[in-house]
C-alpha cells in the first residue's frame, strides 16, 4: 500500500496492509493511510525497508497505531549511521528517549 486510495481500492480483498513509512512517503500520508485502514477495519502491519535506524525509529512513532509491527530493516545494514530503536529480549519495542524522532548521528 502507498496511497490511501490503495487502501480503500483494495479493502473488499484483504484482511490486513502493510504500511512502510518510505514507501507512503511522510509520516502525514503514512497516518492517513492507518486511519482509512481502520475505517474500512483492516489491520495494520507497520513495515520497513531494508534502511537505517533513522527510517525504522521514524516509523517506530506509528506503532501505537499499527497491530503489528516489523522494523527490523536496520539490522541488514552493516554500517548503520545512526542509533536508535531497540528491541528487548522478548522482541519489545524500546524507544529512545531524545528529542526530536530519537534517532541520532553514530
Given amino acids: 500500500m502507498q496511497t490511501?486510495?490503495?487502501v480503500v481500492a483494495?479493502?473488499?480483498f484483504v484482511d490486513g496492509v502493510n504500511?512502510?513509512?518510505l514507501k507512503s512517503g511522510s509520516?502525514?500520508?503514512a497516518v492517513d493511510m492507518i486511519a482509512a485502514a481502520k475505517e474500512q477495519s483492516l489491520q495494520v502491519l507497520l513495515?520497513?525497508?531494508i534502511e537505517t535506524s533513522l527510517?525504522?525509529?521514524a516509523a517506530a512513532h506509528l506503532a501505537p497505531w499499527a497491530d503489528w509491527i516489523d522494523l527490523d530493516g536496520h539490522f541488514y545494514v552493516a554500517d548503520d549511521d545512526f542509533t536508535g530503536i531497540?528491541?528487548?529480549a522478548n522482541g519489545n519495542l524500546i524507544m529512545p528517549n531524545r528529542p526530536g524522532?530519537?534517532?541520532v548521528p553514530r
Avoid: N, P, Q, R
Fill in 4 to 6: 490511501v486510495e490503495d
Fill in 10 to 12: 483494495l479493502a473488499d
Fill in 19 to 21: 504500511i512502510k513509512l
Fill in 27 to 29: 509520516l502525514d500520508a
Fill in 47 to 49: 513495515g520497513c525497508m
Fill in 55 to 57: 527510517g525504522t525509529t
Fill in 86 to 88: 531497540t528491541y528487548d
Fill in 101 to 103: 524522532i530519537g534517532a
